[in-house]
């Protein structure tokens, strides 16, 4: 087609060129015929008949779209000026693309863990409910509890709970049977949410701990498990599965996309959801009965604080019927909050904002930075500008010429910043998935790209387009005399200029000192003394499939012969089990152990005797188990620092609790402590260490009061002289052997545990460290560029200065005196500008004040000695212009 309009185009252009030279010819003939030569007459007649050209260019925009052939020829005059000046285009594209790449990424990551809407129903109206309040807040609360407040409360429409299924599901599909994150809900908890099954149906309604039991042994699908497990088979309903050695009846699958508890668990899993059913534990003992996670409803009356008010009244009515008075004391108060903020708690929430505020900042230098490199570019090219608009150029033809070059080069950074933002989401992806409460998105948000890329080609193009403005306004013979770049124009371009640089400058300054606190946040806490080592220490997350083993003795039948097995590899060292290695994050326990009158809170970890020597524990008093601690001896535990400052009669003196009697592993005989371990870093480095009991796991055995907590999870600690890569396969080979579900056993490092335990601290610093490091470059290529252009503009005025006797000295100073003040009052203006951010951050930091003057002393330093290096290429640029040759430029 373009073939056959090109070969119609061209014959048409002969026809018109064959039609005007007889036209010409004849008039020709006609003024030969009266007598004139016919060189004279040829001239004649042209200059009769008018400007040829111009004809043929009329005639031509009436057969074609001029505009668009317009537009093609702009398009290729800007890629020949690109390729003429390849630095200024790679400069403009790769900062465009840097700016767009940290803010698309960031607002993915805003986008979808704070302002994505959840899949649910109108979710801002749901709420979750627990007792207690702040740090002190219960999971959820008990049955009689909530039942109370069903038949008490008039803001909830509905109020719905939940909790698992056990520590560890198994759906029995294969050989392997299927890992799954399993439920039990009450019957209206669909409903609520708004949200039915897409194949089957829902529970039947009933009233928790109905006796009627219309739901009892159904199963509900999540999309994921059936596809995963059945292949997305329609006929799946109404089949018999067992989950754990336990059967159900598929009654219904759910939609994809919806989860139940909202969590990285559930996703990487899988969920099913079966019936709650109610038992006897859960009429008793309130509120020590078992925990339920609860979620409501608000009426559409209702408000979240009206109804903050209305259960505060309820709840106090609650604890009074409580018969334990540290009950009464404790859960007298209730935390009500909105389902998505339970979700993402404060801390996070303000972390995500900061750091897209920051990648905003950025976004907004690097646009900044853009459009200073396009003005002084501008500005350089008035005298070409002038010169076309001389040769016949209209106004709307600069300008649009202008417009494409801004157009091509946003876009171009469009691409750009779109690619490394993908790169930039993917290589995040596992420490956002180890900070974040739901799954890390896989690539950025396609429309927050769409509107962030929309934003840059605007600004960009309105760059472009306003030093265009300036020089088709100014008169051509101004711009094309000699003295046309010291114009008022150019002068008030220089000042924009000026502007430009000095707000990156201020706002560059903030991030450089957050990126700095942070920086010191991660020194801190690497210096923080763990109370173990973790070296050469290989961690495997036993996901045990308690279901094979019951009625069984699991430590006997499972643990210990696996724990022989793996300490006769070639390389093991030492090797023992732990309920949870120290900042594991997988499972632990808390129990509550009433003593001397008061309630000690302390974490219950079982372990076998090698783990210390794995780990290297420090004894302060007394010993750690050894292997003549059995079940049949004497039950003994190993407590910490923590524990006896909260339980000894001399705080001081750790061995003052050796021998001391305590709760009780089997009925009727109590705990004896045999030793002190030296503090540990347990849950997080940046807290100090909970008060801890270790148990034996050796003499834990089915019926003791801890036998629960070793029924499905266990860590088992390596300490070995080979690469992890190659003990990892044979540690699978030996998991498999013991049970098929745990050869997919997930396997780290102590070290790479350690590392995910910086957590938020470590992923705010990276990115910081980008956002600084970037803003920082910006500056500098921004106070470089301009000076550059200044520098070029007044090459003709240096070069008098010289001529007439300037010392080079002094003009080396001239061009550092002007790029000193930039960097002074950007400084300025940018303090403040930090001293008021970095409350932002302030959750963050570690060993150090948010306040620190050091670092806003060190970042300012840091700004204006890099800005002074980049003003200096210029300034002995123009400190060795030789004047002959600056005067010859004009």
């Known amino acids: 087609m373009n073939l056959f309009r090109r070969f119609a185009f061209r014959r048409r252009a002969e026809e018109l060129q064959e039609e005007l030279e007889s036209h010409l010819r004849m008039a020709a003939a006609d003024r030969v015929v009266r007598g004139e030569s016919e060189p004279s007459a040829r001239q004649a007649a042209l200059r009769e008949f008018g400007n040829v050209p111009l004809v043929q260019d009329i005639t031509h925009d009436s057969w074609e779209w001029p505009w668009l052939e317009r537009l093609l020829q702009d398009f290729r005059y800007t890629l020949r000026q690109m390729t003429r000046s390849p630095g200024f285009a790679a400069t403009v594209i790769g900062i465009l693309g840097l700016g767009i790449a940290a803010a698309a990424a960031m607002f993915t990551v805003v986008d979808h863990e704070l302002l994505q809407p959840m899949p649910y129903r109108d979710p801002g109206r749901l709420v979750t409910i627990r007792e207690g309040s702040g740090k002190d807040?219960?999971?959820?609360?008990?049955?009689?509890?909530?039942q109370q407040w069903m038949e008490r409360s008039r803001s909830f429409r509905q109020i719905a709970f939940s909790t698992e299924m056990g520590?560890?599901?198994?759906?029995?599909?294969?050989?392997?049977?299927?890992?799954?994150?399993?439920?039990?809900?009450?019957?209206?908890l669909f409903g609520m949410l708004g949200v039915h099954p897409i194949l089957g149906r829902a529970f039947l309604p009933e009233k928790p701990g109905s006796a009627t039991g219309r739901n009892a042994g159904t199963l509900v699908l999540s999309y994921a498990v059936w596809q995963a497990a059945f292949d997305g088979s329609r006929s799946v309903v109404g089949r018999v599965i067992s989950v754990n050695t336990t059967p159900y009846t598929i009654i219904g699958v759910m939609?994809?996309?919806?989860?139940?508890?909202?969590?990285?668990?559930?996703t990487r899993e899988g969920q099913v959801w079966t019936a709650l059913r109610l038992g006897p534990d859960d009429w008793k003992n309130a509120p020590y009965g078992p925990q339920y996670q609860v979620i409501a409803r608000l009426q559409d009356s209702a408000t979240l604080r009206s109804a903050r008010s209305e259960m505060a009244a309820i709840q106090k009515r609650v604890a009074e019927g409580y018969t334990d008075p540290y009950a009464r004391k404790t859960l007298d108060a209730l935390t009500l909050q909105r389902y998505a903020s339970f979700l993402v708690n404060d801390d996070l929430r303000r972390a995500l904002l900061s750091l897209l505020l920051s990648a905003?900042?950025?976004?907004?230098?690097?646009?900044?930075?853009?459009?200073?490199?396009?003005?002084?570019?501008?500005?350089?090219?008035?005298?070409?500008?002038?010169?076309?608009?001389?040769?016949?150029?209209?106004?709307g033809r600069l300008l649009q010429q202008m417009i494409v070059e801004g157009l091509i080069l946003s876009v171009s950074a469009a691409i750009l910043g779109a690619s490394v933002a993908f790169a930039a989401v993917r290589l995040l992806g596992h420490e956002l998935h180890q900070q974040l409460p739901l799954p890390a998105p896989a690539a950025p948000n396609l429309l927050i790209l769409l509107v962030l890329l929309g934003l840059t080609v605007l600004s960009t193009m309105l760059a472009a387009l306003w030093p265009a403005l300036f020089a088709v306004r100014t008169p051509i013979e101004a711009a094309l005399r000699q003295d046309g770049a010291q114009t008022g124009s150019s002068r008030r371009h220089h000042r924009l200029r000026e502007v430009l640089v000095t707000t990156e400058i201020a706002m560059s300054l903030p991030l450089l000192v957050a990126c700095g606190l942070l920086l010191q946040t991660i020194y801190a806490l690497r210096r923080v003394p763990l109370g173990y080592r973790t070296d050469h220490i290989i961690v495997a997350n036993l996901n045990v499939p308690?279901?094979?083993?019951?009625?069984?003795?699991l430590p006997q039948t499972l643990y210990m012969p696996l724990l022989e097995r793996v300490q006769h590899?070639?390389?093991v060292l030492d090797a023992g089990l732990i309920n949870e290695v120290p900042l594991g994050h997988t499972f632990n326990i808390t129990l509550g152990l009433r003593l001397n009158g008061?309630?000690?809170?302390?974490?219950?970890?079982p372990v076998t005797p090698g783990i210390q020597r794995v780990f290297r524990f420090r004894m302060l008093a007394g010993r750690f188990f050894n292997e003549q601690d059995s079940p049949t001896s004497q039950a003994v535990v190993v407590v910490n620092p923590a524990f006896v400052r909260e339980y000894a009669p001399d705080k001081h003196n750790p061995a003052s609790v050796i021998g001391t009697a305590m709760w009780q592993l089997h009925q009727g005989q109590p705990l004896h402590i045999i030793g002190v371990l030296d503090n540990e870093r347990q849950e997080s480095i940046a807290d100090s260490s909970?008060?801890?009991?270790?148990?034996?796991?050796c003499q834990i055995v089915p019926g003791t009061m801890a036998y629960p907590v070793v029924t499905s999870f266990m860590d088992l600690a390596i300490r070995t002289s080979r690469p992890p890569a190659q003990m990892i396969p044979e540690l699978r080979d030996i998991f498999g052997q013991a049970s098929a579900e745990m050869r997919d056993a997930s396997i780290t490092t102590m070290g790479q545990i350690v590392e995910d335990s910086y957590g938020s601290q470590r992923l705010a610093a990276h990115l910081l460290e980008i956002f600084g490091g970037a803003a920082l470059l910006l500056c500098v290529a921004g106070l470089y560029g301009l000076l550059g252009y200044v520098v070029a503009e007044r090459t003709h005025e240096v070069g008098v200065r010289i001529a007439l006797g300037a010392r080079r000295g002094h003009v080396l100073w001239l061009v550092m005196r002007d790029a000193g003040a930039m960097l002074l009052a950007g400084t300025v203006s940018g303090a403040g500008m930090a001293v008021a951010s970095v409350r932002l951050v302030r959750g963050f930091l570690y060993g150090v004040s948010a306040q620190n003057e050091w670092t806003l002393v060190c970042a300012a330093v840091l700004l204006i000695v890099s800005g002074l290096g980049a003003a200096y290429l210029p300034a002995r640029t123009a400190a060795n212009i030789n004047p002959m040759e600056a005067l010859r430029i004009e």
């Open 690 to 697: 909970q008060p801890e009991v270790d148990l034996c796991l």
């Open 137 to 146: 807040a219960n999971w959820g609360a008990p049955w009689m509890d909530i």
């Open 598 to 605: 008061k309630i000690i809170h302390a974490m219950l970890t």
């Open 255 to 266: 939609p994809p996309g919806f989860r139940y508890p909202l969590n990285p668990v559930a």
């Open 569 to 571: 590899l070639h390389g």
């Open 360 to 395: 905003a900042v950025l976004w907004l230098i690097a646009s900044l930075n853009v459009m200073n490199l396009l003005l002084a570019r501008g500005t350089a090219r008035q005298r070409e500008i002038a010169m076309r608009g001389a040769l016949g150029a209209s106004r």
């Open 167 to 188: 520590k560890q599901e198994y759906l029995e599909q294969t050989a392997a049977a299927v890992h799954v994150s399993g439920q039990e809900v009450t019957s209206n």
């Open 546 to 553: 308690s279901f094979r083993f019951a009625g069984k003795d």
